[in-house]
């Protein structure tokens, strides 16, 4: 009987929110329409996208994925955002535990993809946070316990300072509520 109490204490804690989310799901974690000013769902672009597997990740993305596969991910997510003439891409990686969260963010800055762009700190986001002007995009890259979070914003020019704000909001919002 003491072996059921717990098993079934143990399946009702994992159903919904955990201490890891602040007591939400993992797809709470990503901002609803307006969350963030102006800033709406692109459900053009199929919705939330959820991968739970190194396969599945893979199916969603081409490439990018492997630093946080092969680190050790539990959950992935991809949702797509538009604000005024903006398009804007968040993924979120929740790693196994905090330490590793903390070492994929460290670490990818030797990955090719991460290399050729210039960082900038924005230390006031998360447990640390960068960000990279590409010329056409804001890439932003945040570390928030065992979160990963990235967002892209496409930019009007090159100089384009409002794209920059959006996506820090972005990016800031998920954070804070990790």
Known sequence: MRRLVLSLAMVVGACGGDSTTGGKTFEEQFPTDNQVAGMTIDTSAGGLKLALTTKAVQDLIDGAADPFTTAGFTEFGWQHYKVGGYAVDLQLWQMKDVATGQSI??????????????????????????????????????????????????????????????????????????
């Open 105 to 178: 963010y460290a670490s990818l800055l030797t990955n090719s993809l991460y290399s050729s762009a210039t960082w900038t700190d924005v230390s006031s986001i998360g447990d640390g946070a960068r960000i990279a002007n590409t010329g056409t995009t804001w890439w932003v890259n945040a570390k928030k316990g065992a979160f990963h979070v990235q967002a892209k914003i496409n930019q009007l020019s090159a100089t384009d300072q409002t794209a920059r704000g959006h996506v820090i909001a972005l990016v800031t919002t998920v954070a804070t509520g990790l």
